[in-house]
C-alpha cells in the first residue's frame, strides 16, 4: 500500500491484492473460489484463432441467450470492471453531475470521480433496508440540465440488499426526463436461483446490466464480463465497443473458448454456491440475526452481508485487530464509505464459518473490553 493511499483512484483494489486475506478465518471475499476445472482445457487454435472469426459472435449469442435479448444487445468486455469501464468512458462527462450510490464499491465512485464527472450520492441505509429512495433521485434530476446517469450494483455491494423490480424502474424513472441512463452491476445476481434474478436491462429500456464470470463462478482469472443494453441503448452498442478496441481491443481469443465452455456448464458450476448454502449460510444468517454485537439487514441469497457493528465506528481499527490478533478477515466499512459496519462474507467451509464466527465475537468483544 502506498504511503498515501489517497493518491490512488482506486485503493481498495490495492488493499484486496495486497492485504485482505492473510488470515486463517477469512471471511473478507465476495466471490467463490476456483471450481473443478479439469474442463478447461483448448487446443492450440482455440488460444492463437481470430477472436471475431466465430468465437466472440457465437459467446454473445449464447449470452443473448441467457437474458432472452438479441446479440446485438450484448457486448463482450474485460469483466465487469471492463464494462463498467466503457460505460464510464462513453457516458460521463467532466463538470457534468452523475449519480451513484452510496456506500459503494469503491470502484463505482472512482470512475466517476475520473471522468471529472461530479458526484450525487444516492444514499442506501441500513434503517432503510439499505434501498435507495427514488424521490431523492428525482429530486437531483429536477435540477439537472444534462444527462443524470446512475451507476450501482444489484445485488447492493457491501450489504448484498436486492432491489425489486419495482426499485428499479422507479429509479431509472426519475433520471428518464434527463435523458439519463441506468448502470446496473449485477456481478453478485447469479447466486440467486435462475427464477429470482433481477436483470435491469430486461426490465428497463434504458438501463445497462454488467454481469461476468467472476463472483458466483470462481472465474474471474479468464476476465470475461458482458454488458446486456436495454432495449432504447442497443444503437449505443457500437460506441461502447469503439471504446473497447481504442483501449485495449478485443477480449483474448484462449479466455473466450473457455468461457463459451463455461457457459455451457453453468448449473454445474454453482455446485459449490448451493453447497455454501446448505452448510455454511445458515450459521451466518443465526449470527447476523442473533449477534447482540451487530445489527443487520439479512440478504435473501449471496455469501456476504454488512452489519452494523454496535458502539464501533473506527472499523478500520476493528479490522487490524481482528486480523492481528484473532486470525479473522473481514473488510472494514471504511473501504465502502461506511465506517461502523463490516462486509462479512460466509463462502467458507461450514467449520471455517463456525470458528471464524466465534473469533470474530471474541474480537469486537476484545474491542470494547480495551475501551476503543
Ligand atoms: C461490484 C463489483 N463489480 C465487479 C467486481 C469485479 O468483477 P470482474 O472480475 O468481473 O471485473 C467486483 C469485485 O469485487 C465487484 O464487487
Known amino acids: 500500500m502506498p504511503s498515501d493511499p ?6 481498495y483494489g490495492d488493499w484486496v491484492r495486497t492485504q485482505s486475506h492473510g488470515s486463517a478465518y477469512s471471511l473478507a471475499q465476495s466471490g467463490m473460489p476456483l471450481p473443478e476445472s479439469s474442463w478447461l482445457s483448448l487446443h492450440a487454435e482455440q488460444i492463437s484463432g ?10 454473445e449469442r449464447r449470452v443473448g441467450q441467457l437474458f432472452g435479448v438479441a446479440p446485438e444487445r450484448v457486448l463482450t468486455t474485460l469483466g465487469a470492471h471492463g464494462a463498467m469501464d466503457l460505460c464510464a468512458r462513453h457516458w460521463l462527462r467532466a463538470g457534468q453531475l452523475a449519480a451513484v450510490e452510496a456506500p459503494a464499491y469503491q470502484a463505482l465512485p472512482a470512475l466517476l470521480r475520473r471522468s471529472g464527472a ?16 427514488p424521490q431523492a433521485l428525482a429530486d437531483q434530476a429536477r435540477r439537472s440540465r444534462h444527462p443524470l446517469h446512475l451507476f450501482l450494483t444489484n445485488p447492493h455491494n457491501p450489504s448484498g440488499t436486492v ?6 424502474k422507479a429509479l431509472a424513472l426519475a433520471i428518464e426526463p434527463t435523458g439519463g441512463v441506468l448502470v446496473c452491476n449485477e456481478v453478485y445476481m447469479d447466486f440467486a436461483q435462475p427464477d429470482q434474478r433481477v436483470h435491469a436491462a430486461t426490465i428497463v429500456p434504458r438501463a445497462v446490466s454488467i454481469s461476468s464470470l467472476t463472483k458466483a463462478y470462481g472465474l474471474g482469472a479468464l476476465r470475461t464480463g458482458w454488458l446486456i443494453l436495454g432495449e432504447d441503448l442497443a444503437d449505443q ?7 473497447a478496441l ?48 451487530v445489527l443487520s439487514t439479512v440478504p ?32 472494514a466499512g471504511e ?6 459496519h463490516l462486509r462479512v462474507g460466509c463462502a467458507v467451509p461450514e467449520a471455517t464459518m463456525v470458528e471464524g464466527l466465534k473469533r470474530l465475537e471474541n474480537g469486537i468483544r476484545a474491542w470494547h473490553e480495551r475501551g476503543r
Request: net charge negative; aromatic share 10%; glycine share 4%.
Open 335 to 340: 473501504h465502502f464509505g461506511a465506517p461502523g
Open 118 to 133: 461530479r458526484t450525487f450520492s444516492l444514499q442506501r441505509t441500513l434503517d432503510s433496508g439499505w434501498v435507495p429512495d
Open 50 to 59: 481470430y477472436p471475431t472469426a466465430e468465437v466472440l459472435p457465437t459467446l
Open 246 to 293: 481504442l483501449s485495449y481491443g478485443d477480449p483474448p481469443t484462449a479466455s473466450l473458448h473457455a468461457s463459451l465452455a463455461a457457459l455451457e456448464r453453468l448449473p454445474e458450476l454453482l455446485a459449490p454456491v448451493r453447497r455454501v448454502e446448505a452448510e455454511s449460510r445458515p450459521h451466518f444468517l443465526d449470527w447476523l440475526r442473533d449477534s447482540p454485537s
Open 163 to 168: 432491489l425489486d423490480p419495482d426499485i428499479l
Open 237 to 243: 452498442r457500437v460506441f461502447l465497443q469503439d471504446q
Open 6 to 11: 489517497l493518491s490512488l483512484l482506486f485503493p
Open 300 to 331: 435473501p441469497f449471496g455469501i456476504m452481508a454488512f452489519p452494523r457493528v454496535e458502539r464501533v465506528q473506527d472499523t478500520l481499527g476493528l479490522q487490524a485487530l481482528l486480523a492481528e490478533e484473532f486470525d479473522v478477515d473481514v473488510v
